[in-house]
């Protein structure tokens, strides 16, 4: 159980172009969302939380014009990475907090986003 | 944002030896979990703690919640070389529902 996919796994784009990563909760219901970014050899970073049928929370220093999430079903959250740029090449990983029990977060598998 | 130490950095161990990681915070932190990472893929989730004091197991895995609710230790024995990878702790603040995570533990099993 608690299984989370993303999609697509790995994206190449040219500068410029908008780009949208799927977070799917499978197997359970998710009222809570949060996207991640991961440069290399480094720690996680919370990019932002995203909230079932409401507006997104985007941590300090995140552009949430540039970074647009809909989390639009208790399953479904996405992330448009907006007019991308190669600075935003980076491991997009979405997390899913699961609405009953310890709500635990659980992970997808990432995305590489590669901004020619 | 706020991260929380985690040592050692990087760890070259044989394989059938045992390690140990541990992360520490200046902060008071509600629960502690421990992930796993591999290369190109999203962290697995592999112990969670919820109070003080408790210590779990889950296989050759075992972590505890250190009882000052500051700290907390991951353990792994006799490694096998599926071992290899990045560890990384990560808690919440009581109340908090977003996951700060420590800076992470490499793994590498020489042969």
């Known amino acids: 159980g608690a299984v989370v996919s993303q999609h697509p796994s790995r994206v190449i784009c040219k500068s410029g172009t908008s780009v949208k990563i799927e977070c799917r909760s499978l197997d359970f219901q998710a009222t809570t969302m949060f996207w991640y970014r991961q440069f290399p050899k480094k720690s996680l970073m919370l990019m932002a939380t995203s909230n079932e049928g409401s507006k997104a929370t985007y941590e300090q220093g995140v552009e949430k014009d540039k970074f647009l999430i809909n989390h639009a079903s208790l399953t479904l959250s996405t992330l448009t990475v907006t007019s991308a740029h190669p600075e935003d090449s980076s491991f997009y990983i979405c997390s899913a907090r699961n609405s009953g029990g310890a709500g635990t977060q659980y992970f997808g598998p990432g995305t590489r986003l590669t901004v020619l | ?111």
């Open chain 2, 1 to 111: 944002g706020q991260q929380l130490n985690q040592s050692p950095q990087s760890m070259f161990i044989q394989e059938g030896e045992d390690v140990s990681m541990n992360c520490t915070s200046s902060s008071i932190f509600n629960t502690w979990l421990w992930y796993k990472q591999d290369p190109g893929e999203g962290p697995v989730l592999l112990i969670a703690l919820y109070k003080a004091g408790e210590l779990t197991s889950n296989g050759r895995l075992t972590a505890q919640f250190g009882i000052t609710r500051k700290d907390s230790f991951l353990n792994i024995s006799a490694s096998i070389p599926s071992d290899v990878g990045i560890y990384f702790c990560a808690g919440h603040f009581f109340g908090n529902e977003k996951l700060t995570f420590g800076t992470g533990t490499r793994l590498t099993i020489i042969p």
